[in-house]
């Protein structure tokens, strides 16, 4: 009994301690149980905190916020439908093509796993190459079938996706419009003394907008730059691939590896083992090498370094629970547990009288 109580005036005594506590307890519980009915309220809120860095900037040369919100909206939509309109029918286009070309790919890859053993005949056997091409068609048909249930999900959800366009954007305006009185009710109801919540928002904010923004930026421009490489060097499903592979930079350290395989097997299926084969693979690592030592330091020099086990913990443990916007804030919300372990207050104990002298006695 006297550890437990020695632990609780240690670490949860401070009044200060409880209100953090208390308010990411409520935070958690609001996102685990209303998480699926509030998601359009959370994408509005995610929007306008990527946009609001905008609004701050046009501001510090002196435009009004709302003449700034307007500006900064306005370029939003318009990329917005320039994604709608340009970007996804093209993405659907070659996304068709790709999986009407599998078959003819699947029969490549067979007759090249049929010529192994007559080839390596001291490495591999026709029934072990028999064997592997039946897995092989097992799992194409199990992720046929899993591709084609989220088809007819996705029928049934179009409404819902049609709403999440014209809703989130309205409320993405409305929260950037109205920033500063949401902002001041939500702090009246919050109890006044809370240094240690107001500590830890500050540390996160400052973490959190340099890390989303700068992974925004980093989406874009690895993105564009793979589009006009693979454009240049006359790839197939250029747009497909140069989207996966900005889209990849979200996971650190897993996302390049899994997207290495599509762009290999898209560049052997158009060309064999030729030079151009040779040259995409050079050019895809030469960006990811550009991304990794160059843009990343450029864009997260003020990020607080976190362990890659840690970050592959918190990208495993946040995505579990919240799919692709966990693993897009699985960074951010491991430096918000990095944030509240730092500035957890903790009493330290009394040091142990010295040895000789009896528990009672003062020592001089």
């Not at 500590?199 to 925004?216: A, E, F, I, T």
């Not at 395989?261 to 960006?287: H, R």
Request: charged share 10%.
């Amino acid at each position: 009994m006297n550890i437990v109580r020695a632990w609780y005036n240690r670490y949860i005594s401070d009044p200060q301690v409880v209100i953090l506590a208390l308010l990411l307890i409520a935070g958690f519980v609001v996102i685990a149980t209303l998480g699926e009915m509030l998601a359009p309220v959370m994408a509005g809120v995610i929007i306008a905190y990527l946009l609001d860095g905008l609004v701050e900037k046009c501001r510090r040369y002196g435009a009004p916020r709302l003449s700034a919100v307007i500006l900064v909206f306005l370029l939003f939509m318009s990329f917005l439908v320039f994604a709608l309109l340009w970007m996804m029918p093209r993405l659907s286009s070659q996304l068709t093509q790709l999986v009407q070309q599998l078959p003819n790919w699947i029969a490549q890859g067979q007759e090249a796993l049929q010529q192994l053993p007559g080839k390596y005949p001291n490495l591999f056997t026709q029934t072990q190459v028999n064997d592997l091409i039946t897995a092989i068609r097992a799992e194409i048909t199990a992720l046929g079938q899993q591709v084609l249930s989220l088809s007819l999900a996705s029928v049934v959800s179009l409404m819902t996706v049609m709403v999440y366009i014209i809703l989130v954007p309205v409320l993405a305006f409305f929260f950037l419009k109205d920033k500063e009185p949401i902002l001041d009710w939500f702090g009246q109801r919050l109890p006044r003394e809370r240094r240690l919540a107001n500590q830890v928002w500050h540390d996160v904010n400052l973490q959190v907008s340099n890390y989303v923004r700068g992974k925004v930026w980093e989406i874009f421009i690895v993105g564009a730059v793979s589009y006009a490489t693979f454009a240049m060097m006359g790839l197939q499903y250029t747009l497909l691939l140069s989207t996966m592979v900005g889209l990849s930079v979200i996971i650190p350290y897993v996302g390049a590896a899994v997207v290495t395989l599509p762009v290999a097997l898209v560049a052997y299926f158009q060309w064999g083992w030729i030079a151009e084969f040779g040259w995409v693979l050079f050019a895809y690592g030469v960006i990811q090498a550009l991304d990794g030592y160059l843009l990343v330091p450029l864009l997260f020099s003020e990020v607080v370094d976190l362990h890659p086990v840690a970050i592959i913990i918190a990208i495993l443990v946040f995505g579990g629970l919240w799919g692709f916007w966990g693993v897009f804030f699985a960074i951010p919300l491991a430096t918000l547990v990095q944030a509240v372990l730092k500035a957890w207050p903790v009493r330290h104990q009394e040091e142990e009288p010295m040895a000789g002298t009896g528990a009672n006695q003062p020592i001089t």
